[in-house]
């Protein structure tokens, strides 16, 4: 039986995926990797078939006509015969040993009458500017050694958001919970990690740092300029987070989950307002209208939390100087909390 299922999609990555794929590789037999070529362009289909034909009881390829990162993670989904289900984007990597100590552990996960739901490990920014390393832990939010629940968990700093990066989840648990991310769109990694929490009844935390995140290319979704070229996609994962879930029943049945996401949910209002700001047209800050008016038409009540509450009322700060002030604030936050 296979461990884990590693989604790599790919999409004209044949510059870099090598490195990605030789780590995962470590993982041994007990490992599948697929890799999702996304309609790539460059030699990035030929490298995946030659890996496949290389480590056939281990990489298996999946050919597809362009439908983005998240047609890619939903693919290998569909096609994961893992216990665990881990994306990997292709020009990241794994730790080799912290891989070797996940896959022990989910060996005993495999082993247990019900299996832990979900697994959460550290990640790390490796920045190719400056060549400087942020871990990001979660020992201050979760209980170390043993399965806990949504009911145990601390309070998560602003930058230490569960990430793609940092989640194992049991493959089952997204098939039943009905994940399937839109084509074509980006920061569709906000969704995997938000949708599925309620499903979530027991985790287990290995404060192990795994993940190997790069950044600091121009071209990168999460690069300041492109953020605001795509903005349309940022609205449109956050109208999908507002309405996949009702926070305040989640609330009412695990207050620190439902907090948890009211904060997360929160920060992707804040970030989505920012953007439009930086825009500025018109057009642009309608938009901005549009979408607070959206969460008041799903929840008056979550919407009435959210504006007037200190992280949300940045983007919210009337008038020109105030649209100023909001986006100074939030530069100033990014360089606090490093989250680039």
Same mark, same amino acid.
């Given at each position: 039986?296979?461990?884990?299922?590693?989604?790599?999609?790919?999409?004209?990555?044949?510059?870099?995926?090598?490195?990605?794929?030789?780590?995962?590789?470590?993982?041994?037999?007990?490992?599948?990797?697929?890799?999702?070529?996304?309609?790539?362009?460059?030699?990035?289909? @030929?490298?995946?078939?030659? +890996?496949?034909?290389?480590?056939?009881?281990?990489?298996?390829?999946?050919?597809?006509?362009?439908?983005?990162?998240?047609?890619?993670?939903?693919?290998?989904?569909?096609?994961? /015969?893992?216990?665990?289900?881990?994306?990997?984007?292709?020009?990241?990597? @794994?730790?080799?040993?912290?891989? #070797?100590?996940?896959?022990?552990?989910?060996? =005993?996960? %495999?082993? !247990?009458? =019900?299996?832990?739901?979900?697994?959460?490990?550290?990640?790390?920014?490796?920045?190719? =500017?400056?060549?400087?390393?942020?871990?990001?832990?979660?020992?201050?939010?979760?209980?170390?050694?043993?399965?806990?629940?949504?009911?145990? *968990?601390? #309070?998560?700093?602003?930058?230490?958001?569960?990430?793609?990066?940092?989640?194992?989840?049991?493959?089952?648990?997204?098939?039943?919970?009905?994940? =399937?991310?839109?084509?074509?769109?980006?920061?569709?990694?906000?969704?995997?990690?938000? /949708?599925?929490?309620?499903?979530?009844?027991?985790?287990?935390?290995?404060?192990?740092?795994?993940?190997?995140?790069?950044?600091?290319?121009?071209?990168?979704?999460?690069?300041?300029?492109?953020?605001?070229?795509?903005?349309?996609?940022?609205?449109?994962?956050?109208?999908? !987070? *507002?309405?996949?879930?009702?926070?305040?029943? *989640?609330?009412?049945?695990?207050?620190?989950?439902?907090?948890?996401?009211?904060?997360?949910?929160?920060?992707?209002?804040?970030?989505?307002?920012?953007?439009?700001?930086?825009?500025?047209?018109?057009?642009?800050? &309608?938009?901005?209208?549009?979408?607070?008016?959206?969460?008041?038409?799903? %929840?008056?009540?979550?919407?009435? #939390?959210?504006?007037?509450?200190?992280?949300? *009322?940045?983007?919210?700060?009337? &008038?020109?100087?105030?649209?100023?002030?909001?986006? %100074?604030?939030?530069?100033?936050? #990014?360089?606090? +909390?490093?989250?680039?």
């Amino acid at each position: 039986m296979k461990l884990l299922t590693f989604a790599v999609p790919c999409y004209n990555s044949q510059d870099y995926m090598e490195h990605c794929i030789h780590t995962l590789l470590e993982g041994g037999d007990e490992v599948e990797i697929i890799l999702v070529d996304d309609g790539s362009r460059d030699n990035t289909g @030929a490298i995946a078939d030659r +890996y496949a034909q290389q480590y056939p009881d281990i990489v298996r390829v999946i050919h597809q006509e362009n439908g983005g990162h998240g047609e890619g993670v939903n693919q290998g989904l569909r096609h994961a /015969q893992g216990l665990y289900y881990k994306v990997v984007d292709s020009d990241d990597w @794994a730790d080799v040993d912290a891989l #070797r100590q996940v896959v022990d552990k989910l060996r =005993e996960f %495999s082993r !247990m009458p =019900e299996p832990v739901d979900l697994l959460v490990c550290n990640y790390v920014y490796e920045h190719v =500017e400056d060549h400087t390393q942020k871990v990001i832990r979660y020992t201050n939010v979760f209980p170390q050694g043993r399965v806990f629940t949504w009911d145990e *968990i601390d #309070r998560f700093r602003p930058s230490q958001y569960l990430l793609m990066h940092s989640v194992f989840y049991r493959t089952e648990l997204l098939r039943q919970c009905g994940l =399937e991310l839109p084509k074509h769109t980006f920061y569709v990694d906000n969704i995997f990690v938000y /949708q599925p929490l309620p499903y979530v009844k027991t985790l287990y935390y290995m404060n192990l740092d795994f993940y190997r995140y790069f950044i600091g290319r121009a071209d990168q979704s999460v690069n300041e300029q492109v953020m605001v070229k795509r903005v349309d996609q940022q609205l449109r994962v956050t109208r999908i !987070m *507002i309405g996949s879930h009702d926070l305040t029943q *989640i609330s009412a049945q695990h207050r620190r989950l439902g907090h948890y996401m009211f904060n997360y949910l929160a920060m992707m209002m804040t970030i989505s307002s920012i953007f439009l700001i930086i825009d500025g047209s018109p057009a642009a800050l &309608g938009k901005k209208t549009e979408l607070w008016e959206y969460l008041r038409t799903a %929840s008056p009540r979550l919407f009435h #939390r959210m504006k007037y509450r200190s992280f949300s *009322i940045v983007s919210n700060f009337p &008038g020109y100087q105030g649209r100023k002030l909001s986006v %100074s604030l939030y530069r100033l936050a #990014r360089k606090i +909390y490093k989250f680039n």
